[in-house]
T-cell receptor
Framework: SQQGEEDPQALSIQEGENATMNCSYKTSINNLQWYRQNSGRGLVHLILIRSNEREKHSGRLRVTLDTSKKSSSLLITASRAADTASYFCATGQTYKYIFGTGTRLKVLA | NAGVTQTPKFQVLKTGQSMTLQCAQDMNHEYMSWYRQDPGMGLRLIHYSVGAGITDQGEVPNGYNVSRSTTEDFPLRLLSAAPSQTSVYFC???????????FGPGTRLLVL
C-alpha cells in the first residue's frame, strides 16, 4: 500500500489564489520531499524537509511537517498557470522513498 | 553535466521478450533507484542501490533484475515481459539516501 496519501486528489483554483495540499504517512520517516510532475514529464524536486524540522520555505513554496500527526502540507502562494501539474510527496525511510498518489493541481488563468 | 539519462525513451515489446532499460548519471551519486508509474498513480519503487555492487528490492521487484557494476550505471532488466509491466519507468539518483533525488526523463514501455 502507498505510504504517503495526498489530499485532495484534485484541486482547481484561480490564478493568484493559494493552493494547499496535504500528505499523510504511516510510519516514522527520515525526511519528506515534495515533487512536481508536469503532464508526461519527469519529476522535479521542490523541497526536502527533515524529520527534525517543522517548516521550510522556498520562494512561493511553504512546507510544514508534523511528525506527531504524521502529516505534511505544501502551500503554493500566488499561484500561476505554470503551476498546473501533479504534486507528490515522498517519504524517506532508511534506504527507500515511498511516493504518494499525488494531487492534480489546475490553475485557471 | 547531463544529469540522469535514460534510454530508450519509448519501447514496444511482445509478451515474453526481454530487454534492458538503461540509466546513467554523471553526478557521482551513490544512491540510485528505479520506479514505475502507472496511469493516475504515484511512483512505486522497484529496486534501489546504495553503491556499486550493492542492490536491494523495493515495493514491486518481481519480474525485474538490476545490477550496479559502476557508480554511473544502473540498468533495469525485464526478464520476460508481461502486459502488466506496461508503464512509465523512471530512474533517479541522489548523493546519498537522505538527499534530493534527481529523476531521469522516463522510459515509456508498452508490452503487447
Amino acid at each position: 500500500s502507498q505510504q504517503g496519501e495526498e489530499d485532495p486528489q484534485a484541486l482547481s483554483i484561480q490564478e493568484g489564489e493559494n493552493a494547499t495540499m496535504n500528505c499523510s504517512y504511516k510510519t516514522s520517516i527520515n525526511n519528506l520531499q515534495w515533487y512536481r510532475q508536469n503532464s508526461g514529464r519527469g519529476l522535479v524536486h521542490l523541497i526536502l524537509i527533515r524529520s527534525n524540522e517543522r517548516e521550510k520555505h522556498s520562494g512561493r513554496l511553504r512546507v510544514t511537517l508534523d511528525t506527531s500527526k504524521k502529516s505534511s502540507s505544501l502551500l503554493i502562494t500566488a499561484s500561476r498557470a505554470a503551476d498546473t501539474a501533479s504534486y507528490f510527496c515522498a517519504t524517506g525511510q532508511t534506504y527507500k522513498y515511498i511516493f504518494g498518489t499525488g494531487t492534480r493541481l489546475k490553475v485557471l488563468a | 553535466n547531463a544529469g540522469v539519462t535514460q534510454t530508450p525513451k519509448f519501447q514496444v515489446l511482445k509478451t515474453g521478450q526481454s530487454m534492458t532499460l538503461q540509466c546513467a548519471q554523471d553526478m557521482n551519486h551513490e544512491y540510485m533507484s528505479w520506479y514505475r508509474q502507472d496511469p493516475g498513480m504515484g511512483l512505486r519503487l522497484i529496486h534501489y542501490s546504495v553503491g556499486a555492487g550493492i542492490t536491494d528490492q523495493g515495493e514491486v521487484p518481481n519480474g525485474y533484475n538490476v545490477s550496479r557494476s559502476t557508480t554511473e550505471d544502473f540498468p533495469l532488466r525485464l526478464l520476460s515481459a508481461a502486459p502488466s509491466q506496461t508503464s512509465v519507468y523512471f530512474c533517479a539518483s541522489s548523493y546519498d539516501r537522505e538527499e534530493t533525488q534527481y529523476f531521469g526523463p522516463g522510459t515509456r514501455l508498452l508490452v503487447l
